[in-house]
């Protein structure tokens, strides 16, 4: 069973228990974490190396230098990337640092924490780089084919507002009992409920059988599983694999 969760799997006499999947204990939901980082703080790594870059190339022209074009790339991307690292190293040293973080970056599978929290500084500052480097990828080689690069920025919105959504929404924690019921929630909700993102909470009641009925991809200790919702669209969530061996 998943390790390390803030509500932890567990089984008892006729009862699976309550689980709770969070980038620290789900493949899974950590991958969906850093989806979102290379999408959004990749871009605005590249939009402050593109600043960079801008602000060199001028200098160095007043100067009478004319420095190769790869050159000035690399220091905007550098500088970019050490920008990223010492903004995060600053607002995760300070207790209003973690607290702004958790207000304006809370993690959607537990709003206690920020993302930030749930990745090391090198993980993240690494998915901002290897994220602007994607995006200079993608709109160099997109120009090569006559797309424009408002086009490819439009498609790269469109994707990350998919990533959120999916992961304000997406279904993590739940609960089975005796008696066959089965619940399961996001859980974008503060204890104290007062953030607007508490209107985002998925909630789903059913019983047993609809999960044994439910078209499910095993991955390692997990499972997404597409439950079946008759008049309406199929809720899709992840739940422990350990989950469907219970039964």
Known sequence: MPGNSSRSTRTTHGRFGEWQLTPSNSPLVRGLLYASWLLAVGFATFLGAVAVVTVTAAAAVDVGLSPPSWLLALAGLLAAVAGVWRALAWLRSSRRGRSFLRIRLPEPTDPTRSVVEYASLETLTALAGVGALGHVGVIVAANRVGVSAGVVLAVALV??????????????????????????????????GRTWHGALETTYVGSVADLERARRLIVGREAVVVVPETGRIPLVAIVPADVFASR
């Open 159 to 192: 994707a990350y507002a998919l990533v959120v959504f999916l992961r304000w929404w997406l279904p993590t924690a739940g609960s089975l009992a005796t008696d066959g019921t089965l619940r399961l929630t996001s859980i974008p909700r503060e204890p104290s």
